[in-house]
Structure formats: structure tokens, C-alpha cells
């Protein structure tokens, strides 16, 4: 690891290219898709366009490793870490020089981070020789498996290897079979309806000589499932595990459509039908083009609102509205369009992974104008939330996710 303004290109003896090696080396750990080919036209296009600044520098690399923009994260967070050696050598110190306890607050934990930093260090650790562990024994009767911690861990904070088992464990939800009544009727020898028509058809058969009773019951479907998923710079962190759930809810069940939505909507139904969820998210990546931009979700959710709701949302649809609910724009527009999809939906619920903060508060203009018309207010933060929901689904709504406690909390706060 090396400072980028120490680096001179022009000496015969420079390292410029090992370093460049090493760090898609650990691009790779940390979950990219850095293969040779990029890590040679990465090497190529640093020493054609030279280093002017640390800007530059970064600029070049990322033009080149960086494929999909749900990769930005990991890039910036393993930027930070591999070409500038001083910050990392202060931590380092700061481990293991007596200090006063930090009373402060603590910061957010980076986006990538864990992952990063476990790819960075994981040769150092195995080239580290073995020490002797005391062999220790606890007693577990009274704690957690790996498994619940990792279920109860946030999406943003897990490292590659736990994405890995993340996906793996969304793979393996369980769906509910929830169903709803239509006005259309089907053939049941032990429905409570007579059917005219098909006692009719049967008597035809033998010329009118016999007439027997036939009876019919409800149709029951399976309603409709339309996601609207925020893609914004503020929800990058969880964008590709939201993806890879949207997949599997699309193999699971029947009529699944699929919206994402930052500063425009796009519909990316058809790209998750592809069996291979790689295949998937990579066409939806080639689909979407404002990836981690700004938010409007007033005007966005009034545009699907125009031209999809008519098509999407019958036989009692449910939505499943994946935001922040931290909206750029003016919120008046944004409460008109929430109480029409509010209108025009059977269930309507609100996943936002703010909640996963003891202290939220429905402060922001943009959750205020929107908890009014939703029927629940629900984390979506890691892989127990997704169960919680997927169970929820074909359940009544609990006295937890109700989002009026948010609204009389607020008022309450306010007051």
C-alpha cells in the first residue's frame, strides 16, 4: 500500500504495476468482477494517462475495473484503503498506543467496508505463523448460532463471504401462499352454487333426457405482486441484495412486476424472469441508467401511477414500496400520488431500512408526507426482516408495523 502522490511512473524501478495488480487482486475478494483482461488495460491506461492527482488517478481506475455501478461502493471504500497508506498507518497506531477511552459519538459504518477490509488483510493473516490457542471450553446452552447472527446482521456491513451465504438464504425463503377471491367461478362438485350453464352442457350431451345438479365455488388467485425499489445514492448500499430478492420472489411466484426508480422509472419485470440471477441483475444494470443518483419519488411514483397502475394492480395487488423516503423535491405532489397508489392497491407496504436505527424518527418532509397512506411501515435491513415479510404477506397486518405509531409519535415529538 502506497501513497498515489509518491508514485513516479518514469523510473525503471517503479511498482505502479504490482500495486495495480495486487489492488484488483483485492477487488476480486472483496466481490468485483476484476478478471485479467481489465486488470492489464487498467495498467495500460494509468501509464497513457499518467497521474496528474489523486483525482485523476482514481478516475482511471475506476473508468476501467468498475462494470456495474452497484460496484462503486466497494471501489471507493478499497480506494480509500490501498492508496493511502498514512491514514491506515494512524489506525493502526491508535490500536495499540494507550489512550483516553473516545466518549464520542460513533460514525456510520462505511458502505463495503467489512468486505474491503477483509480482502485487503486476508493474505497478511495467512501469512501470519500459527500461535498456540489455549483450548478453552464455554459453555453455549445460552448463546447465538452463526447463522442468527448473520441473519440479524445488517446488508451494508456484511463481508463478501456473508453476501455469498446472504443470497443463498434469500434463495431458500419461504413464500406465502396468499390468495384472493374474484368474481369468476370454477367447477366443484362440493361448491355451495348451482352452475346453469354446466348443467345445461351436460344435459345437451344426452339430448335433454337427464338433468343433473352441478355446482360451482369462487375462484381464488393469487394476487398480483408489484415492487417499486428505490435505486437512489442513498439506497446503494442494499440495491444489490434488494435485487437479489426481487429474484427470487419473481421465481417463486406468479406474476411478480418489478420497479426501480431514482430520478426516472423503469420497468425491469422481463430482465428478472432469466432463470441465472447473475444474467438477471446484469440486464437490469444494462436497463437502469440513473443508478445511484438523486430521488424523486413524487414525480416517479406519479408517472407509474399514469401508465402502469391500470395494468398491474388488479385483482387486489399488493405493493411493496422498498425507500427511504428522503425525497428531493417538493412533498405536496408526493402525497396526492401516495394516496392514489394507496387507492388503487389492496396492501400497501412501506420497507425502509432507516428503521434499523434505534433512534429513527419520522422527521424528514418526505416520510411524513407518505406514512398517512401506507398500511405498513417495516424494516427491510437483513435477512430476518425479509422473513419477517414473506411471512407477513399471507398475514393480517401486526400492531408493530402499524404506521400510525410513527405518525402520533411524530405529532406527539413535534408538539
Known sequence: MMDVSVIDTAKPDGRIADNIVYFARALRKAGMRVGPASVKDAIEAVL?????????????????????????????????LFWKSRELIEKMLAMFSPVAPDNREKQKPRAAENRVSQAMFE?????????????????ARFTVSGNEMLRAKDFAQMTARE???ARREIAALRLPFDTVRTRRFKPDPHGAKVDPRAMMRAAARTGGQLILPKFRSVREVHPP??????????????????????????????????????????NLTRQMRHRDPDAALADCSAAVKDWSGGTRIGDTLGEFNRLWSRRVLGQGAVVLLITDGLERDDVAGLSEEMERLKKSCRRLIWLNPLLRFDGFEARARGVRAMLPYVDEFRPVHNLNALGDL???LGAPA???SDPRLWIIDGQRRAA
Open 163 to 165: 453476501v455469498s451465504e
Open 398 to 400: 401486526s400492531r408493530q
Open 48 to 80: 497513457a494517462a499518467g497521474i496528474g492527482s489523486r483525482d485523476d488517478f482514481y478516475w482511471t481506475l475506476h473508468a476501467v475495473l468498475v462494470t456495474r455501478h452497484e460496484d462503486h461502493p466497494t471501489f471507493d471504500e478499497a480506494f480509500r
Open 225 to 266: 405482486l408489484v415492487v417499486l425499489a428505490d435505486i437512489s445514492g442513498s439506497m446503494s448500499q442494499y440495491t444489490r441484495i434488494f435485487l437479489h430478492f426481487l429474484h427470487a420472489l419473481t421465481e417463486k411466484r406468479r406474476r411478480v412486476h418489478t420497479f426501480v426508480f431514482g430520478t426516472r422509472l423503469t
Open 390 to 392: 414473506c411471512a407477513s
Open 123 to 139: 493474505g497478511h493473516q495467512k501469512n501470519q505463523p500459527p500461535r498456540e490457542i489455549p483450548e478453552i471450553e464455554v459453555d
